[in-house]
């Protein structure tokens, strides 16, 4: 069984109080005061979307086999499309935050109205007989459930909910359920990864047999025309070579004017040329973030966990191993 939500809880400490006849506040005053406070939504983090995840949904047949950079290249419009596609759902989702907020209690205004419960004079000795008396009543009325998180609050047993008492208690449950919504959020994210590679290797396979097919018919076309070749006569044999070398030329010149033009439209990179570097460029392109753009540091750090980022580590096994040099203009 997990950890009580931070709801359950709430509920739990408000009907307690407001079944004590020393509380002057009814439920919804309660729950009305603590809406009040900046405290009373709590705001999950989850991963925002990217350019790439939006491509990423396209059926196999409109990717044409491409590569997301390929792609990209290819169609700037439809790259435009799916950035503004990520950042409306972006905008939609996420809010920003102060960092400098979390893990604060926020409830200073409940705290200061529960403290009101306190015994009014705590210089009177036999203040804690009146308290006590009210409380037997209230646990005679009042429901098991309620007795129990009322005594696991007042662990010192003196009928009397102090702030202190009240804090621990909330903090540890509050621990608890935070344990076990990133215990969630864990499990949600490897299954997405777990599909993520499952898609990838069916691709990769079908990439392959679709390879493999036009190597085949590729190789027998070339033995036919080999053994064509063989019953001509010598001259029409020269012929046909010089021509095939002419189209090599042609092929090899087109070839080179391809790339020079694609070298033309690839970002420019003046850094160095190292791990961390590739990294970057490789993630900004991923997540369809601006090449000339910085990824913000605790962004930064998040995504070098998920994708297991180590220096050390940096070869053809990793998906940005020289992706400066393939994917950059660097002159």
Same mark, same amino acid.
């Given at each position: 069984?997990?950890?009580?939500?931070?709801?359950?809880?709430?509920?739990?400490?408000?009907?307690?109080?407001?079944?004590?006849?020393?509380?002057?506040?009814?439920?919804?005053?309660?729950?009305?005061?603590?809406?009040?406070?900046?405290?009373?939504?709590?705001?999950?983090?989850?991963?925002?979307?990217?350019?790439?995840?939006?491509?990423?949904?396209?059926?196999?047949?409109?990717?044409?086999?491409?590569?997301?950079?390929?792609?990209?290249?290819?169609?700037?419009?439809?790259?435009?499309?799916?950035?503004?596609?990520?950042?409306?759902?972006?905008?939609?989702?996420?809010?920003?935050?102060?960092?400098?907020?979390?893990?604060?209690?926020?409830?200073?205004?409940?705290?200061?109205?529960?403290?009101?419960?306190?015994?009014?004079?705590?210089?009177?000795?036999?203040?804690?007989?009146?308290?006590?008396?009210?409380?037997?009543?209230?646990?005679?009325?009042?429901?098991?459930?309620?007795?129990?998180?009322?005594?696991?609050?007042?662990?010192?047993?003196?009928?009397?909910?102090?702030?202190?008492?009240?804090?621990?208690?909330?903090?540890?449950?509050?621990?608890?359920?935070?344990?076990?919504?990133?215990?969630?959020?864990?499990?949600? =994210? /490897? &299954?997405? +990864?777990?599909? %993520? !590679?499952? $898609?990838? @290797?069916?691709?990769?396979?079908? *990439?392959? #047999?679709?390879?493999?097919?036009?190597?085949?018919?590729?190789?027998?076309?070339?033995?036919?025309?080999?053994?064509?070749?063989? =019953? /001509? &006569?010598? +001259?029409?044999? %020269? !012929?046909? $070579?010089? @021509?095939?070398?002419?189209?090599? *030329?042609? #092929?090899?010149?087109?070839?080179?004017?391809?790339?020079?033009?694609?070298?033309?439209?690839?970002?420019?990179?003046?850094?160095?040329?190292?791990?961390?570097?590739?990294?970057? !460029?490789?993630?900004?392109?991923?997540?369809?973030?601006?090449?000339?753009?910085?990824?913000?540091?605790?962004?930064?750090?998040?995504?070098?966990?998920?994708?297991?980022?180590?220096?050390?580590?940096?070869?053809?096994?990793?998906?940005?191993?020289?992706?400066?040099?393939?994917?950059?203009?660097?002159?």
């Amino acid at each position: 069984m997990g950890a009580p939500s931070r709801m359950n809880i709430r509920t739990e400490v408000f009907t307690t109080l407001a079944n004590n006849p020393n509380c002057e506040y009814s439920l919804e005053q309660l729950e009305d005061f603590f809406s009040q406070t900046s405290g009373a939504e709590k705001t999950t983090s989850k991963r925002r979307t990217s350019a790439f995840d939006m491509w990423k949904k396209l059926p196999k047949e409109e990717k044409e086999d491409l590569k997301w950079t390929e792609y990209k290249t290819k169609y700037p419009d439809k790259f435009e499309e799916f950035q503004t596609q990520a950042d409306e759902y972006n905008k939609e989702h996420f809010e920003e935050k102060h960092k400098s907020v979390k893990k604060k209690n926020n409830n200073d205004e409940l705290k200061k109205e529960i403290a009101k419960l306190k015994i009014k004079d705590s210089s009177e000795k036999d203040s804690s007989v009146t308290i006590t008396e009210p409380i037997k009543t209230i646990t005679e009325s009042s429901s098991s459930d309620n007795d129990d998180t009322f005594c696991k609050i007042d662990t010192n047993n003196d009928g009397v909910i102090s702030r202190e008492e009240y804090e621990k208690y909330v903090n540890e449950n509050e621990d608890k359920s935070e344990e076990s919504e990133k215990h969630e959020e864990h499990e949600t =994210h /490897e &299954e997405s +990864e777990a599909h %993520e !590679e499952s $898609e990838a @290797h069916e691709e990769s396979e079908a *990439h392959e #047999e679709s390879e493999a097919h036009e190597e085949s018919e590729a190789h027998e076309e070339s033995e036919a025309h080999e053994e064509s070749e063989a =019953h /001509e &006569e010598s +001259e029409a044999h %020269e !012929e046909s $070579e010089a @021509h095939e070398e002419s189209e090599a *030329h042609e #092929e090899s010149e087109a070839h080179e004017e391809s790339e020079m033009t694609n070298n033309v439209n690839l970002p420019v990179f003046k850094g160095k040329d190292s791990a961390l570097n590739n990294y970057k !460029e490789w993630k900004k392109d991923e997540l369809g973030v601006d090449p000339t753009k910085s990824i913000p540091g605790s962004d930064l750090k998040e995504y070098k966990d998920e994708d297991g980022f180590d220096p050390k580590e940096y070869d053809d096994s990793k998906l940005w191993f020289e992706y400066i040099k393939n994917n950059r203009q660097t002159d």
